[in-house]
């Protein structure tokens, strides 16, 4: 009941394009939902991040779209760069504690 | 540059042997948290300290402890290592509300374990 599932695996999408990775869960007690990006040698980094009290959340090209019945969230990279080539995990706080459960991962590849 | 430094950046040991990973949090940070990752895997927590106590523990193995210095500063113990140890070894450190509400953690670059 602590895990997230994150899908697909791995993404191949053409500079210029949009990328979806989504994101579900079972356990109602997440109150936070961050997403990493991980270039290869190096640790994640946060890059956006949203509360179940909001529906949607955007910052420049990266945006989160929740949808709290659901229990799914889905990060959204519109106009895809090859800078964007990467690994993404999103991950789900659990309230009152200190735990970070994160997804397996997406692999993003935008080809040029 | 997150702020998070971490030692060694790789490590390369036997079966059976001990190592300690170091991770110094950014300044300011009193919380530090450990995670590992292994090949296409995602982060599996470990375990994390909030101002030299431990606040919570992840899928963490018996021979694998760890502690936070009054400095702040964080070892992961890894003992009687086997070869499915090997993986990339992360820390992060936030601001961490003694709450448990969620902030924003910063991750170290990571050290790669290499168990042969």
């Known amino acids: 009941q602590q895990q997230v599932k994150q899908s697909p695996q791995s993404l191949i999408v053409q500079k210029g394009g949009i990328s979806i990775i989504n994101c579900a869960y079972e356990?109602?007690?997440?109150?936070?939902f961050p997403w990493y990006q991980q270039f290869p040698g190096k640790g994640p980094a946060l890059l956006i991040a949203?509360?179940?009290?909001?529906s949607e959340k955007k910052e420049g090209r990266f945006t989160i779209s929740f949808n709290k019945s659901a229990k799914q969230f889905s990060l959204h990279i519109m106009d895809s760069q090859p800078g964007d080539s990467a690994t993404y995990f999103c991950a789900a706080h659990l309230s009152g504690t200190y735990k970070y459960i994160f997804g397996t991962g997406t692999r993003l590849k935008v080809l040029a | 540059d997150s702020g998070v430094t971490q030692t060694p950046k790789h490590l390369i040991t036997a079966t059976g042997q001990r190592v300690t990973l170091r991770c110094s949090p950014r300044s300011g940070d009193l919380s530090v948290y450990w995670y590992q990752q292994s090949l296409d895997q995602g982060l599996q927590f470990l375990i994390q300290y909030y101002n030299g106590e431990e606040r919570a523990k992840g899928n963490i193995l018996e021979r694998f402890s760890a502690q936070q210095f009054p400095d702040l500063h964080s070892e992961l113990n890894l003992s009687s290592l086997e070869l499915g140890d090997s993986a990339l070894y992360f820390c992060?450190?936030?601001?961490?509300?003694?709450?448990?509400?969620?902030?924003?953690?910063?991750f170290g670059p990571g050290t790669r374990l290499t168990v042969t």
């Open positions: 992060a450190s936030s601001v961490a509300s003694r709450r448990g509400l969620p902030t924003e953690q910063y």
């Open positions: 356990n109602t007690a997440f109150d936070y």
């Open positions: 949203i509360r179940p009290d909001v």
